[in-house]
């Protein structure tokens, strides 16, 4: 196929005014896939060549401009032209090229723009280059351009932070030259014409200098890698990104670029990038739900959240973010109004640090309104969410009455976090429109959702749910009944496996520093010890010194409230390893016959992470999780496991499945083991 009928019908080319305009026409999101690019070869040599046109605006229809590279070509041979390529024929254009940017100019769509001799931008358009996401850094001159342009601390700040700019921000580092009031193409026509009356000249960005001379860019360097030294834990992208920085500070144009591309190349085939690439398709494919295609989610208007307690205030934080009205419920107005006033603190503390204005601090909070009738609350409302204590019981109830009072096509959701979902929906005589969503706290902060489809659960409330994950701005993933659903029944293993290990000999903080080291911000018994040993697992009324945790429960050695559990705490809730906990531990493996020995970090990462791996892999087999995938979204938005990792799927397939399953007879004995992992694992193949 020729290169002319690979472009037709992605590009338009006119002359307005003496100026070439050449749109680009791609949809979703203008991707720079092998098709775009040969239009953009091919209408820049037509304008180039053009004598009725003085000047070039590139710009897209559709939604975006440019929004990156086509990333499903990532790891294969790139088809040529490559973006370098059409860069180099813009910057030998000897009329000015001007990128008219709306919508998001991300990526290689915004180092396109670089490339270009100028920049206009609508006032709603935003720019970056978030490829650090991703595990990688800009591959076409992005490292390079932006700090000659904007200066090295501003490339800094964008490429190895990722986040975008706004227009106005982004005209004032001298990223966008002018913000265009109005039409956009009519504008970018008027400012072209502007250019060329006046000779202006074209500025070509490899030939300008960086801001600062090569000592003093090695300084803010340094100055900021130790300012954000936690950005770089774990991660190999951003070292890379700050020495493609430096190369521009210290090389010429051409050298730089070349360092940029050998860095780019590193990443590229590193394990970290594989695994945030991996993660960033992972999200995407877990809203892909088996529901029918002509099955559109329902509207949800209003919101009724039952309990007022720090989820219930959580979960109404979140909806209220969303602009959605929330009615928040409780028994009596003292436990309401103590939910009401923690959340407009927290909007108030958004407007203290900027990150609001108060206008809208004043609109969320208008949104709120409070109740102790709990069938006037649910009457009117779409969706009705319940957050009461996690008692089966307790919710059965709730559901009854909600059931009531809920007009009929209300979502009835509980957030219930281990609960079988069917048994509070069978409290119900419409069992059909009852869902789980289940949120992490704090949930106005947690990415995930737990969307839980219970047995008569309708596909629209389903897909409502799933949609709901995206109003709020969270990862939704879709699970089965089953107790701890996905995240909490994955994870659950690690605590279990960390409690006995202890009692063969490495002490909790052994554990804590192993799993911290591995990538968790928390270990643990460093985790139970914030949450509450009270709270996990403890049953006050039959409590007789089975388990350490009953003992230290026994003891009034409940974690940080207590002052001690498995560590001691002091007035500033500073841990510090507790020969209390220590010796119970010590005790109770005596009593019971514990063989000890040492433990290298190794050892314990495995002990504690590959029985995760393996009931990651009932889930999937049980069809509780729709594919193994979603189990690493579940596990690095639900708890924080490493996202260099890319999740305990797709790092079990990195150690290698056999390794692991030979680990696992050992751990948890050959009759433990998942028979998909043993299954993949003696074929060759993958979880993921």
């Known amino acids: 196929m020729s290169e002319a009928a690979v472009a037709e019908g992605v590009s338009t080319y006119k002359v307005t005014d003496g100026v070439a305009v050449l749109a680009i026409d791609s949809p979703p999101v203008n991707a720079l896939g092998y098709s775009v690019r040969v239009a953009l070869d091919e209408g820049i040599s037509r304008a180039v060549a053009d004598d009725a046109a003085k000047a070039l605006i590139i710009r897209c229809d559709g939604r975006t401009f440019f929004a990156g590279a086509d990333i499903s070509e990532f790891g294969g041979e790139l088809r040529k032209p490559d973006l370098n390529d059409i860069f180099l024929a813009i910057e030998a254009s000897a009329k000015p090229v001007v990128a008219a940017i709306h919508g998001t100019a991300l990526g290689g769509g915004f180092e396109l723009a670089l490339a270009c001799h100028y920049r206009v931008a609508v006032a709603s358009a935003k720019v970056g280059l978030p490829e650090v996401s991703l595990g990688l850094l800009p591959g076409a001159g992005g490292t390079q351009r932006t700090p000659r342009i904007a200066g090295v601390e501003t490339a800094l700040e964008l490429i190895v932070g990722g986040r975008p700019l706004g227009a106005a921000k982004a005209q004032k580092t001298g990223l966008i030259d002018e913000i265009i009031e109005g039409d956009l193409e009519a504008g970018a026509v008027a400012y072209a014409r502007k250019l060329v009356e006046e000779g202006a000249p074209l500025r070509r960005v490899r030939d300008m200098s960086v801001d600062l001379d090569p000592e003093a860019a090695k300084a803010a360097i340094e100055a900021y890698r130790a300012a954000h030294k936690r950005d770089f834990r774990g991660f190999k992208a951003p070292g890379n990104i700050v020495k493609a920085i430096e190369a521009a500070a210290t090389l010429p144009f051409d050298e730089g670029l070349k360092r940029e591309w050998e860095l780019f190349e590193e990443l590229m085939s590193s394990s970290e990038s594989i695994a945030q690439r991996h993660l960033f398709f992972a999200e995407r494919t877990a809203g892909k739900i088996p529901v029918a295609r002509d099955v559109k989610p329902l509207v949800v208007a209003s919101v009724a959240v039952i309990g007022a307690g720090t989820m219930g205030s959580g979960i109404a934080t979140a909806f209220l973010n969303a602009g959605v009205p929330v009615t928040l419920v409780d028994r009596d107005e003292a436990a309401v109004e103590r939910g009401a006033g923690g959340i407009r603190k927290t909007f108030a503390g958004l407007v203290a640090k900027g990150r609001i204005t108060e206008a809208e601090g004043d609109r969320r909070s208008g949104l709120l309104t409070t109740s102790t009738d709990l069938a006037s609350a649910v009457a009117p409302v779409d969706l009705v969410m319940e957050a009461v204590f996690e008692d089966i019981d307790l919710k059965k109830t709730v559901f009854a009455q909600i059931d009531a009072a809920a007009k009929q096509g209300a979502i009835l959701a509980s957030n219930t976090s281990f609960l079988d979902l069917d048994r509070i929906a069978a409290a119900t005589s419409r069992p059909e429109w009852v869902i789980g969503l289940h949120f992490f706290a ?15 659960t309708s596909d629209p409330v389903i897909a409502t749910g799933m949609a709901i994950g995206r ?11 089953c107790d701890g659903f996905i995240a909490n029944r994955a994870m659950t293993p690690r605590m279990s496996s960390a409690e006995a290990l202890v009692l063969e000999g490495p002490t909790p903080a052994q554990v804590d520093k192993a799993i911290n ?13 914030l949450v509450g040993l009270d709270v996990i697992g403890w049953d006050r009324e039959n409590s007789a010194g089975r388990t350490v945790q009953e003992v230290l429960c026994e003891m009034d050695r409940w974690g940080q409230k207590k002052n001690g559990g498995y560590y001691d705490y002091d007035e500033a809730r500073r841990a510090s390893p507790s020969p209390v906990a220590e010796k119970v531990i010590r005790d109770f493996a005596e009593k019971t016959g514990v063989p000890q020995r040492s433990f290298t970090d190794a050892e314990i990462v495995e002990r504690l992470l590959y029985p995760v791996v393996n009931e990651g892999a009932r889930i999937v087999e049980e069809g509780i999780a729709l594919r193994a995938s979603d189990v690493d979204v579940a596990l690095v938005t639900g708890y924080g496991w490493p996202v260099w990792t890319g999740g305990p799927m797709c790092w079990a397939d990195s150690v290698g499945l056999p390794k692991i399953v030979a680990a696992l007879d050992e751990i948890i004995g050959p009759d433990a083991v998942s028979p998909l992992l043993r299954k993949l694992a003696a074929e060759g193949g993958s979880l993921t």
């Open 471 to 481: 109003q709020l701005g969270k990862i939704a993933v879709l699970s089965g009944v």
């Open 517 to 529: 080291d591995y990538g968790f911000a928390m270990g643990p018994f460093q985790m139970i010890d």
């Open 442 to 456: 704090p949930a106005n902060i947690m990415r995930l959702l737990e969307v839980v489809r219970g047995a008569k």
